[in-house]
C-alpha cells in the first residue's frame, strides 16, 4: 500500500510528466502571483492531492503548479499550510516528501514577514540566511531515531544563496540578508516579543517556513528562503500589523521577487555535482 506522498507523486507525474525538477518554489500569503509565465502549465489543486493542505487562510490559493519556466523544469506551490492552522509542526511534510519523489532539487520557499530591524521597510526583500526557532516544537519530533538528528549548519544552502544574490544583481533588485524568527502565530507578537527577537538575534519575524526548512532539509533537498518585508514588527517603528495590510504589501512585493526568480531561472550556472537523496552534504 502506498502513502500519501507516493500516491501525490503518482498523481503529479501522471498528469505533468516525469521528468525531475530543478526548482519548486513554495509561495506565501499573497505572493501566488509570483508564478506567472509557466509554459505548459499543469495545475492541479491540492484538493486533488492526498496529504496536501487545502488552505483555510485568505491569500492563500491551494494549487500546485508544473510546468516549463526559462527552459527549466519547475513546480510551484501556490499555498501552504501552516501550524497555527492544525497544531501539527508536520503539516508540509507530505507536500515536501512529494516534492522530493518527483525529482525537485531546490527548494526556494517565499514567506512575508514583519521587520524589527530599522533599515528593513515594508517591500524590501530579505534572503534569509539562518533561523531562530522560537516556537518550542520541532517537525521532527518523534524521528530521532528515524534521522530525525539532522544538521542545521548552512541549512539555507550557500550556494543556492549566491544564485539567487547574482540573480538581484542582475535583475536590478534589491535583496537584503537577514535572520528569521519563527513564532508559531497566529496572533501577531507583542511589542515585548518583538524587542526580545530583536536582541536575541533576529531581522525579520514570521509564522511560517522554519518546520519546512527542517523537513526539506532532513529530505536532502538544498533550500533557499526569501522573505517579503510586510510590515514592523509589534510596537517597533509604529508596527501593528494586521493579516490585510501583510496581504496587500506582499502583493505589491511580488513583482520585484517574480523578476528575482525569473532572472535565477534565466542565469545558466555551472552544475551542482551528484548528491545522493538524503545524505548530508
Ligand atoms: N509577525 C509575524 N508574522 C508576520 C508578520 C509579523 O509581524 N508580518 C507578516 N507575517
Do not use: C
Not at 67 to 84: E, K, S
Not at 229 to 255: C, D, S, V
Amino acid at each position: 500500500m502506498s502513502n500519501p506522498s507516493e500516491t501525490s507523486a503518482q498523481i503529479i507525474q501522471a498528469q505533468a510528466g516525469a521528468a525531475p525538477i530543478e526548482y519548486a518554489f513554495v509561495l506565501g500569503t499573497g505572493l501566488g502571483s509570483a508564478m506567472e509565465g509557466v509554459e505548459d502549465a499543469v495545475t492541479i489543486p491540492f484538493s486533488e492531492l492526498p496529504g496536501f493542505p487545502v488552505p483555510a487562510v485568505s491569500g492563500h490559493a491551494g494549487n500546485l503548479i508544473v510546468g516549463t519556466q526559462d527552459g527549466m523544469r519547475v513546480a510551484y506551490m501556490q499555498g501552504r499550510t501552516h501550524y497555527y492552522e492544525t497544531g501539527d509542526p508536520r503539516a508540509m511534510a507530505v507536500p515536501l516528501e512529494t516534492l522530493a519523489m518527483i525529482g525537485v532539487q531546490n527548494l526556494i520557499l517565499t514567506n512575508s514577514a514583519g521587520s524589527v530591524k530599522a533599515d528593513l521597510y515594508p517591500r524590501s526583500l530579505v534572503l534569509l540566511t539562518d533561523h531562530i526557532n522560537f516556537s518550542g516544537t520541532n517537525p521532527l519530533i518523534g524521528l530521532a531515531s528515524d534521522g530525525g538528528f539532522v544538521s542545521m549548519t548552512d541549512a539555507y544552502d550557500p550556494r543556492l544563496a549566491r544564485r539567487l544574490k547574482r540573480a538581484a544583481t542582475t535583475a536590478g533588485v534589491q535583496l537584503h540578508e537577514g535572520v528569521y524568527m519563527w513564532f508559531s502565530g497566529p496572533s501577531f507578537e507583542t511589542p515585548a516579543e518583538i524587542k526580545m527577537a530583536r536582541t536575541l538575534g533576529a531581522d525579520v519575524v514570521g509564522m511560517s517556513t522554519v518546520p519546512e526548512v527542517i523537513i526539506a532539509r532532513r529530505l536532502g533537498l538544498r533550500v533557499a528562503a526569501i522573505s517579503i518585508i510586510t510590515n514592523f514588527g509589534a510596537g517597533f517603528q509604529g508596527g501593528n500589523p494586521t493579516h490585510l495590510e501583510t496581504r496587500e504589501t506582499a502583493m505589491q512585493g511580488a513583482i520585484a521577487l517574480r523578476r528575482l526568480l525569473r532572472t535565477m531561472l534565466r542565469t545558466k550556472e555551472e552544475a551542482w555535482g551528484i548528491r545522493q537523496p538524503g545524505t548530508p552534504r
